[in-house]
């Protein structure tokens, strides 16, 4: 049977060009994005073979709906990219009156994985887009919307999603594996450009360490740890990240946020 991947945000940036290599690797490639024009047209520059699917992130009754169509479609997902990531927008208080960052970057994709554990074997793998940007999660602000910068918020969200790979690694010691991945420092992406008005480096790089996590078979040994990209190793995420107490009352907030959600 084929290896399946799906790759949230695969419509641009690291998560297309990601999408394009595991292609020519000969892997069965999902792709998700918020612009059904744009999926379909990254579907034809890819691959007519490559399944395309559409929902905003944002809102979190579309991340189950995806998720029971993804279910329809495939028996199982090998490989789930959670890639999809926000930094800036012009409104970014949510349906749920939550931020924007930490509704996409961190909930959606604790609740689609959620989702979509009851079809990603033991063997196959959850690869968590991180960043070197981590800080503190203000849990008043995780739960209601306040007013944040958008690094802060974009930070406080990648330190909750390397939170949450790593209790979720704990919870599944047989497997999937969970790894969380700082791509790579300021790249070239839609995300940065937009963010910090600057060209920013080959998205290629980032593209690469993810498809390199997607197929490496020494994974296993590595659930719960974390990636960093810049050095090139297997590192110690920020020290907000391995603060026990904090990381357990995050769990906590994400299971009451989906709490209809299948048990995982």
């Known amino acids: 049977m084929e290896s399946v991947i799906f790759i949230t945000g695969g419509t641009d940036g690291i998560g297309f060009q990601a999408a394009r290599m595991l292609l ?16 379909l047209s ?21 991340v189950r709906s995806l998720a029971v169509k993804v279910a329809a479609d495939f028996s199982k997902i090998d490989v789930l ?66 007013p944040m910068s958008d690094v802060d918020a974009y930070s406080q969200s990648k330190a909750a999603i390397t939170m949450w790979s790593q209790e979720l690694a704990a919870r599944h010691p047989e497997g999937p594996a969970f790894v969380s991945v700082n791509p790579g420092s300021l790249l070239g992406t839609k995300m940065v450009k937009e963010g910090f008005g600057i060209e920013g480096k080959d998205v290629t790089i980032g593209a690469e360490i993810l498809v390199r996590l997607a197929t490496d078979p020494r994974i296993q040994a590595h659930s719960g740890e974390y ?32 709490i209809d959600a299948p048990s995982g």
């Open 42 to 62: 990254c579907q034809r520059a890819l691959s007519d073979k490559v399944r395309v699917y559409c929902a905003d992130l944002s809102d979190l009754e579309m």
């Open 81 to 146: 990219i959670n890639n999809a990531g926000v930094l800036k927008a012009p409104v970014t208080q949510t349906v749920s009156r939550r931020d924007l960052r930490f509704e996409v970057n961190t909930i959606a994709s604790y609740l689609f994985t959620r989702c979509l554990l009851p079809l990603i074997p033991k063997d196959g793998r959850v690869i968590n887009l991180s960043s070197a940007a981590q800080s503190e999660v203000d849990f008043e602000a995780f739960t209601k919307f306040r």
């Open 24 to 39: 020519d690797l000969g892997y069965t490639v999902a792709i998700h994005g918020r612009d059904q024009q744009k999926l």
């Open 227 to 258: 990636f960093c990209n810049d050095q090139g190793i297997y590192a110690a995420p920020d020290p907000c990240v391995s603060d026990d107490q904090a990381r357990q009352r995050i769990m906590t907030l994400l299971d009451q946020m989906t």
